[in-house]
């Protein structure tokens, strides 16, 4: 139905930039609200920012507000993630996942039907 594949995670010097990209592999992505999540050790997993299925409509958490940009293409069936400014904090691992909805974005892990592996994120000091 829904498999998901995060890409493009890695290790970064706070202020540094990095884009992570998720491609799902199916014929209705374009119905699917999308996500990401991360979490670091011992911390549960959070929202970061989500899109609706037109890309009109984006969401972010207030610790991203400014400095990542969620975007999707739904020919290439991609989400994209841009974070700039990266700080220590940012650090974790960063899940994309697919909400089977056609309304605004939510931000509750449990709502969302499919998940990628995840990506790690590091951001040095």
């Known amino acids: 139905q829904g498999q998901l594949v995060e890409s493009g995670g890695g290790l970064v010097q706070a202020g540094g930039s990095l884009s992570l990209s998720c491609t799902a592999s199916?014929?209705?992505?374009?119905?699917?609200?999308m996500g990401w999540f991360r979490q670091a050790p011992g911390k549960e997993r959070e929202f970061v920012a989500a899109i609706n299925w037109s890309g009109t409509y984006t969401d972010y958490a207030d610790s991203v507000k400014g400095r990542f940009t969620i975007s999707r293409n739904n020919v290439k069936n991609t989400v994209y993630l841009q974070m700039n400014s990266l700080k220590p904090e940012d650090t974790a691992v960063y899940y994309c996942?697919?909400?089977?909805?056609?309304?605004?974005?939510?931000?509750?892990?449990?709502?969302?039907?499919?998940w990628g592996q995840g990506t790690q994120v590091t951001v040095s000091s």
């Open positions: 199916t014929h209705t992505f374009d119905t699917y609200v």
């Open positions: 996942a697919a909400d089977v909805w056609l309304g605004e974005p939510r931000r509750i892990p449990i709502q969302y039907d499919y």
